[in-house]
């Protein structure tokens, strides 16, 4: 197996008024611009592309500098837009429609406009207002917490009204630390939080009264670069995981995920370097999640700019890499960042075929790294699914039950945040990934929530704010999505 090197070396169809329409693929990226929505590889933690190589035979070019941060500027209020007339076509705003399943949708007046849904489910905002917000996940009362970003906060956001949404007078700001960003937990009785340097925990009563101070856990954490540093334990480990420095590092020293062992937790803090290494080589794999069988997968988020000068044509960067799905069978293996990456799409007479690996420009001919090396298991874990380039994965969870119709279970859910790096933008949407009774993917990613399919322009938010981000699933099974453009945590359930 593949173990780390040293650092040196068929979608369904979605419903509008009634009808069914194919899923939308087309956006138009002068939208992206316009709003300075850049991150590395789709993602917002970094922003600054990386010019690509003019030439893929000379050796690794010089380490590109690390990227800066653009945290994107919010979106208007998506609750402020006016309803249409009670005569007026609501085409698109994804609400179910048949009167058992009201309860289930939310108030009428909270359905997302311009969203497409499968047949029989709803959407709808269930909370506004919360600043810019990254994880979030449900304690064992069944109250929603979330990291405010923008606030460097935690926030508990409840519904005791049973109205469907979660007002501004339905929260408590639980715990604030500098520069908290993304990463959010609970495990043991503790609320762990993280900033791109620290984790941080508190003792958790789940009693909704703001937390005391924060004990640091974990620091050291290397800053700058991708800067989320999501969070997430099994029984015995906390794993954390930090992706790259740029858009293509010199090696894989720093793109790793490091575990911990929980009973070594609450004492000194912990230096991040002293953490077992327990996957290597992922660019940025942002979202985590164990399936009910203990594995833990993950999302990942591939580089941007890729061209080499023996395609024909040298820029291939449109549909490749791949944005991956990896599964971390066994620790201490090495998933082919910075010197390999993944396809998705080539051109015709060019490619292999999806999740095929190949050298990465910036080490071909250095004498180690060729396409043979890489597509070697004893060198490289190969991703278990290959997804569109660019579309910017930050989440993913296995679907445990409980609302959405039986064969949903287990089936992993997946945020794509959206792209910058492609001319026809792809992405901001929440789809789901069937699951075989073998535990592993048995087909293509499937729409479970997008921009409903029309003409696109420059305004292109102004009808659909949203990039999802986190994902969490309430006691009675339904899905909650944090969108840090539009400042909103997204409701979806099925309505029959």
């Given amino acids: ?62 380490e590109p500098s690390p990227e800066t941060e653009r945290i994107p500027e919010p979106a208007p209020d998506p609750a402020a837009t006016p309803e249409p007339d009670a005569g007026e076509d609501n085409a698109g705003a994804g609400s179910g429609t048949d009167t058992a399943g009201q309860e289930r949708c939310g108030p009428a007046e909270a359905q997302i406009e311009n969203a497409s849904v499968p047949d029989g489910f709803c959407a709808w905002l269930w909370a506004t207002d919360v600043g810019s917000p990254r994880g979030i996940i449900i304690d064992d009362n069944g109250d929603v917490l979330v990291l405010s970003r923008a606030d460097e906060s935690v926030v508990l956001l409840h519904d005791d009204d049973g109205d469907g949404v979660s007002t501004n007078g339905e929260r408590v700001t639980m715990a604030s630390e500098s520069g908290l960003n993304h990463g959010l937990a609970i495990d043991g009785g503790y609320l762990y939080a993280s900033s ?29 670069g991708h800067s989320t540093r999501t969070i997430v334990f099994d029984d015995a480990f906390l794993y ?24 070594d937790l609450g004492g000194e803090a912990i230096d991040f370097a002293d953490g077992e290494v327990f996957a290597d080589g992922l660019r940025n794999e942002v979202g985590l999640a164990f399936d009910s069988n203990g594995r833990l997968w993950g999302v990942e988020n591939g580089s941007d700019n890729l061209s080499r000068s023996d395609f024909d044509p040298p820029d291939i960067h449109q549909d490749n890499p791949a944005e991956e799905l990896n599964l971390f069978a066994e620790p201490g293996l090495f998933y082919g960042y910075p010197y390999c990456w993944s396809e998705f799409s080539l051109p015709e007479g060019q490619g292999m075929g999806p999740r095929t690996q190949w050298t990465d420009p910036n080490f071909v001919g250095d004498g180690t790294h060729t ?59 929440v789809m789901r990934i069937p699951f075989g009774s073998d535990g592993m993917p048995s087909g293509e990613p499937q729409p479970l929530l997008e921009y409903v399919e029309g003409d696109l322009d420059a305004d292109f938010f102004d009808d659909w704010p949203h ?30």
């Fill in 467 to 496: 990039r999802p981000v986190g994902t969490a699933t309430t006691p009675s099974g339904r899905l909650l999505v944090t969108s840090d453009l539009s400042q909103t945590v997204l409701a979806i359930d099925y309505a029959r």
């Fill in 371 to 429: 396409d043979e090396w890489c597509r070697d298991p004893n060198n490289v874990v190969p991703p278990v699914l290959a997804m569109q380039g660019h579309s910017a994965p930050l989440d993913l969870l296995f679907y445990p039950g409980g609302s959405f119709p039986e064969d949903f279970v287990g089936d992993a859910i997946v945020t794509f945040h959206g792209s910058w790096n492609r001319d026809v933008p792809t992405g901001y949407n």
């Fill in 240 to 263: 954390i995981s930090v992706g790259s420095g740029s858009n293509v590092d010199a090696d894989s020293s720093r793109a790793r995920i490091r575990r911990f062992a929980i009973a």
């Fill in 1 to 62: 197996m593949p173990h780390a090197p040293s650092p040196g070396a068929d979608e369904p169809e979605c419903r509008r008024s009634g009808a069914r329409i194919p899923v939308l693929t087309l956006l138009v990226f002068s939208a992206i611009v316009a709003f300075s929505l850049a991150a590395c590889g789709g993602d917002d933690d970094v922003a600054a592309p990386i010019e690509p190589p003019a030439e893929s035979g000379a050796g690794p070019a010089p």
């Fill in 196 to 224: 791109d340097t620290t984790v941080y925990r508190w003792d958790y009563p789940a009693d909704r009264v703001p937390l005391g101070d924060a004990a640091v856990v974990i620091d050291g954490i290397p800053g700058d």
